[in-house]
């Protein structure tokens, strides 16, 4: 079980977003692919994963990639046991570059709280500025 559970109401929706934010900012592959099936469906801009070690393999790449990444989302939509968020992170990379991303997801959960299908929408702005940061 991974509380809270569908179905949900605004403020459970609001609450599986804040989980979510949290534990994607702990960097941690391992640690957030427990919030989804072992068979969850993922499509990440172009790329397409199933289940929990494709996941794992997936966020350990990127991370090695976006350094200091640091993700807020935000609820947009949500019905029984769907969710609609959208986000923005920042990171940089092995060269100090820094970039915004911008997107869009569309959740599924199982009735368990754990998220059978994530589809993620992504667009990358390089930023040059530290002033235009996002405040953590």
């Known amino acids: 079980m991974r509380p809270p559970l569908p179905p949900f109401t605004e403020e ?25 099936t072992e068979d969850s469906e993922w499509r990440n801009r172009d790329v397409f994963l199933t289940g929990r070690d494709e996941i794992v393999a997936f966020l350990t790449a990127k991370w090695r990639r976006e350094l200091d990444y640091r993700l807020r989302k935000e609820l947009w939509a949500f019905t029984a046991d769907r969710i609609a968020v959208r986000f923005a992170y920042e990171y940089h990379d092995a060269d100090g570059r820094w970039f915004r991303a911008y997107g869009n997801e569309n959740w599924e959960f199982a009735p368990n709280g754990l998220m059978r299908r994530r589809y993620a929408s992504i667009n990358d702005v390089p930023i040059a500025a530290a002033s235009d940061r996002i405040p953590v």
């Open 12 to 36: 459970t929706a609001r609450e599986k977003v804040r989980l979510a934010e949290e534990a994607w900012n702990t960097r941690d592959p391992e640690k957030v692919a427990l919030a989804y």
